[in-house]
């Protein structure tokens, strides 16, 4: 019997791996597509890193993450972290919430009126309105970069892999977990169920998860600078992806979804809509992207984080355009979990 079998080789399962591994714990990961697939939520080439949130709980985490993406990239030899400071944009009344928690957890950050940001950065036009409140420490974070560095060391410190090879049934017996995919079955102490958009799929009648809500969403890239922070301005968001341009998006606008039947389409609508953004809030970007791609957000009710856990069965939702960030620190407290429940497994 296995200790821990992670089902989902995305970030956060891989992180999960990657932190078991690294504990000397017997580890298979599992993903149903090939490595470095475009299904999910975890690929692309960047991800916004920010210290700058609303909840001291956040910032935390971020902190913490802060230091385990470095320790990953010094293990795997990747560039995965750019510190090129973050933005939040927008009224100052918006910003009042985050400068204050930014001031009692002692997080650096400058806010400037749109006169000083418009000097600052001359791709964007702010209204008059606007404040700026940049945190030095955010950047941005390469997504394909980082899951491959997370799966690499996992299997560096003995973790097993296995892509393109789908679970099919995941059954608690009592005296562990039973995984029967389309290859073969597996017994395990524990199951972690890190499946993203498939989490409800395949744990939702052995857990009690909320009900998660599945979009698909769609992002943009435009040629521009490639020095910008990431920024969060009104319900758009933007971070440079290296190579590609600035990558823009609305942030959860798309159409619920079940991850095996989306079009992959992008909409007509919603693309108008961030182009006349880009035109008016961004006129040092080409107005016209040259490449459009869709992805997948799981969102839960309140927005938050979901961890649920019975009879050996781990299951987690880290919730898309919000949990990137976090996958080292979402790993270890998932590794925590599961190995809390292994004792009792071994012992049944």
């Known amino acids: 019997m296995r200790e821990v079998v992670v089902v989902g080789a995305g970030a ?41 949130h609303a909840d001291p709980a956040d910032i935390a985490s971020a902190r913490d993450a802060l230091v385990l993406w470095r320790e990953l990239e010094a293990e795997s030899g990747l560039d995965i972290l ?36 418009a000097r600052r950065w001359t791709t964007f036009a702010f209204r008059g309105h606007d404040e700026v409140l940049f945190q030095p420490d955010g950047g941005r974070l390469h997504a394909d970069n980082a899951v491959a560095a997370f799966q690499a060391c996992a299997v560096a410190h003995g973790a097993e892999a296995r892509f393109s090879e789908r679970v099919l049934a995941i059954l608690p017996t009592g005296t562990g977990v039973h995984v029967e995919t389309e290859a073969t079955d597996e017994r395990a102490a524990c199951v972690v169920v890190a499946a993203g958009a498939w989490v409800t799929d395949l744990a939702g009648g052995l857990v009690d998860l909320p009900p998660l809500r599945v979009t698909q969403e769609q992002v943009f890239h435009f040629a521009g600078p490639e020095d910008l922070p990431g920024f969060l301005w009104d319900d758009y968001y933007g ?5 590609e341009g600035v990558k823009v998006g609305e942030h959860g606008t798309g159409p619920v979804v079940h991850p095996d039947r989306r079009d992959g389409l992008v909409d007509g609508a919603g693309k108008a809509r961030v182009l006349d953004f ?7 970007l080409e107005p016209v992207p ?4 869709t992805c997948l957000y799981t969102t839960a009710p309140d927005d938050r984080q979901v961890f649920a856990t019975a009879d050996g069965v781990v299951a987690f939702s880290a919730c898309s355009g919000m949990g990137f960030k976090f996958a080292p620190t979402i790993g270890r407290h998932v590794a925590d979990l599961a190995l809390a429940a292994v004792p009792a497994r071994r012992q049944a």
């Open 12 to 52: 956060h399962g891989s992180a999960v791996a990657w932190h078991l591994a690294r504990r000397g714990h017997d580890v298979l990961l599992l993903d149903r597509f090939e490595p470095g697939h475009r299904f999910g939520s975890s690929h692309g080439s960047s991800r916004i890193f920010r210290l700058s």
């Open 82 to 117: 750019d510190r090129v400071g973050s933005m939040e944009i927008g009224p100052p009344a918006a910003l009042e919430p985050i400068v204050g928690v930014l001031e009692a957890t002692g997080v650096a950050y400058e806010r400037l009126d749109a006169g000083e940001a």
């Open 239 to 243: 971070v440079v992806s290296p190579g």
């Open 278 to 284: 880009v035109r008016t809030r961004l006129p040092g």
């Open 290 to 293: 040259h490449s459009e791609t």
